[in-house]
């Protein structure tokens, strides 16, 4: 149909019959994006330290498995937006400051990272902040539509019934001790007194006491 | 030369494609119903949303995308290159595993074992089987393509090749993680790094399990099905380089307004608005394909499903697009939109052109006719039904949500400041988008049924019709 041949037709032409070379610029193509994207997070710095903020101690990171394990992350981000509309409804207590939206510095020792994409419940970032009460959360947890009528969440009850895993929690502090937090042979050792006869429930709930606690602003005085 | 073409391992992915369908659509329709009647998380982990969702998703795109993938690889490949499969030995091998792959995932995720990285849930003992098999593909694939009689590599087959490259990339790189145990492990990124590692490969994902290799089978089953030339070389051309080129930038629009560094989103924004031009190219090479058969259209529901992919694929690549616009993306992100927006595309492009492809390839590889062109038919609108009553409610639910979230009363405070309160005005919508996912299965089942019927009549032979002159 077309006799004609065009530029774009006549230089694909030189690899349309050579799978290697297809292959090879097909690769070529897709890694140009990739290596500017990528490489800059470990070449050079993209992230303010914030000296405040500490590595989960080993009941929270406990708790931080378990909520991984239930799937948490599929209904509740946990980073605030820059809008009012989001520090206002996510900061009711304005305990972060003048802007109260979430940082990069707050995230350091999340592996992975626990942002979600869907925030079917509430955002839970700073939570420490706006539920303080652990009772609460117990509650909550055991049958949402207790504390909050009307709630679609899922209960949790079960997690109140299981036990921690002292041994494995002390291993999982060990890898991310390999993969650069901060954790000392003490912290690790704390596994034992920490975890003694607390329920992933029990963890679940110091890891939701620890998400924004250490960047809230401490009053003074 | 007579070439002796293995069908054998076709005939088994449309059956594991139809398999995982049905698995993860109902999974899919179960969990939208919990998001209106939570009692139907039984208080029960195995049951729970938290967990079911993955399987749903991993379900969908790894079970019964991969599959009618593979399915279409091994089908017209080989057709292609005028070359069976350099080793049918290695295409059983690699079917194994891979359902293998498919079964521990679902069970693994059940019991709660998971990264946490969206559509990278699976924990690395389940992501080496992964990689094992996609390397054997992989093998299998280019030694054929080396051993190939048919120099000419056709367009389809370069989207396969994008596919095998890209996806192995993205896998690794994702992927890569410290075990803490036998089913446990830390990504080694952490925090802004970790987000934009995982949706660089997230959004690919998008792009080169559900969008290339798609393509790749438009090219294939559309010009076969219709008997007509594809429309444009030269555009397959453009669009094909283009379109792998900057899908891989556009990850970072998943992160607008987070801490992730200013550039990488804006990267992001500015190469996702750029993706509508390869997009709609492939999709109008496939319009303009199709303008050609447009009397066929009205009688034969193979092409009706083609036309609703397409129809789909250009929607949700111009939704997208608009999506990572950081305006927009401020309504959009978190909401019920983007479960709408990802939907478009999974039911209506992805699924759309699965379906197109069972109904394509069931006849040729048990060598009988359609058992019911009419049922067909009615797969195809209460399908379209069901499509479209998903998408319009998750639109509403996703800016009703949005819109809820900012606003302010008179005084400037939050005019809902009770979560519960928005949460509820959403119920409407979740149930008919329950309903939309229903139909849809429901029409999938039909289809089954006929697949089914036809099965029962294999080897009664198969005579491609044109339906313009049939009843």
Known sequence: ?221 | MEVNYDNQIVRWYVKSAILWGVVAMLIGIWIAFEMVFPVLNFNSPYLSFGRLRPIHTNGIIFGFTLSIVFATVFYAVPRLFKTPMWSPLLSRLQFWLYNLTIVLAAVTLALGYTQSKEYAELEWPLDILVVIWWVIFAVNFFMTMAKRQEKHIYVAVWFFIATIVTIAVLYIVNNIALPSGLLKSYSVYSGVTDANIQWWYGHNAVAFVLTTPILGMMYYYLPKHTNLPIFSHRLSILHFWSLIFIYIWAGPHHLLYSPVPEWAQTLGMVFSLALIAPSWGGMLNGFLTLSQAKEKVRTDATLKFMLVALTFYGMSTLEGPIMSIRAVNSLSHNTDWTIGHVHGGALGWVAGMAIAAIYYLVPRLWNAKLYSEKLAETHFWIATLGILLYYVSMWASGITEGLMWRAYDASGMLQYPNWIEIVQNLTPFRFVRAIGGTLFLTGFCIMIYNVYKTIQNKGSGFVPTDLREGA
């Not at chain 1, 077309?2 to 050579?18: C, D, H, I, P, T």
């Not at chain 1, 920490?194 to 029990?202: F, N, Q």
């Open chain 1, 1 to 221: 149909m077309e006799n004609q041949k065009n530029f774009y037709e006549k230089l694909n032409e030189k690899v349309e019959s050579k799978g290697f070379a297809f292959t090879v610029l097909v690769t070529v193509a897709i890694l140009i994006g990739t290596l500017v994207e990528l490489p800059p997070f470990f070449l050079t710095k993209q992230v303010e330290p914030i000296e405040s903020v500490k590595p989960y101690n080993a009941l929270e990171l406990a708790g931080r498995d378990v909520y991984q394990k239930e799937g948490c992350f599929n209904c509740h981000t946990q980073m605030i937006r820059p809008f009012k509309w989001e520090t206002d409804r996510f900061d009711p207590n304005k305990a972060y400051g003048p802007d109260p939206y979430s940082k990069a510095g707050e995230y350091v020792y999340d592996h992975p990272f626990l942002w979600g994409s869907k925030r079917t419940g509430p955002d839970l970032a700073h939570e420490a902040s706006i539920r303080p009460s652990a009772a609460w959360h117990k509650k909550h947890l055991i049958n949402p539509r207790e504390t909050s009528p009307g709630s679609i969440m899922p209960a949790y009850p079960w997690l109140f019934e299981n036990e921690l895993d002292i041994e494995q929690t002390k291993a999982n502090m060990r890898a991310l001790r390999a993969l650069g937090v901060p954790y000392t042979d003490e912290d690790i050792a704390a596994a034992d007194k920490l975890l003694k006869g607390k329920t992933e429930g029990d963890a679940v709930i110091a890891y939701l006491l620890k998400l924004g606690r250490d960047t809230m602003v401490q009053e003074e005085e």
